[in-house]
């Protein structure tokens, strides 16, 4: 495999995508800092680069590329770009679960790498490649830009990550920041 000598580190630092605060994640727990990939994919060139070092993480060949959701649909088009694959998002259905929506399919036996910007606990990851072998699809592996997890992730699957970033979080009982009481940062309104 290639040598990737994108310094994913600096690029999110230069492009203020690393937050300080107090953010309550997706998950439900807290966390003092925050990462907004976003920030680099806006531009091209960037998204390029890091789609290419992605790709470069697996040499299996790929048929399909799956984003856990549409706000990562630009990281797949590239990663797929990249590959000569087809680039697709699962979204969430009435009752909460990832389903493939927009008339996308994956056919039995196609290969398929699961990409996302960063990664925590795995939880959609692991619903991401459930519904993709439950379609009769082989996963091969898993590319993130970045892994705030803390070592364990529940995958079968491996993953690969551009850069690896822990991410001590706290329930909202053990919460250092709530204690301190410092306000939150509203994660969603970073995401609009």
Known sequence: MPRNNLDVLCLL????????????????????SYIQTSLLLQH?????RIAQALS????????VILALE?????????????????????????QGQMVLKHNFVLKPGERVLVVDDVTVGGRKLAQAIELAQGLG?????????????????????????????PMETFTAKECPLCAAKIPFTDVEALNK
């Open 137 to 165: 699809a082989h996963v091969f592996g898993v590319a993130v830009i970045v892994d705030r997890s803390m070592g364990y992730l529940p995958l079968t699957i491996p993953l690969r990550a551009l850069l690896s970033y």
């Open 44 to 48: 091209p060139h960037l998204a390029q």
């Open 70 to 94: 549409p706000s990562n649909s630009v990281l797949a088009q590239e990663v797929a770009r990249v590959r000569g694959a087809r680039a697709i998002f699962a979204s969430r259905n009435e």
């Open 13 to 32: 630092q230069e492009h203020g995508a690393i937050m300080e605060g107090h953010f309550v994640m997706p998950s439900g727990f807290h966390s003092q």
């Open 56 to 63: 470069d993480k697996f040499s299996q060949k790929a048929d």
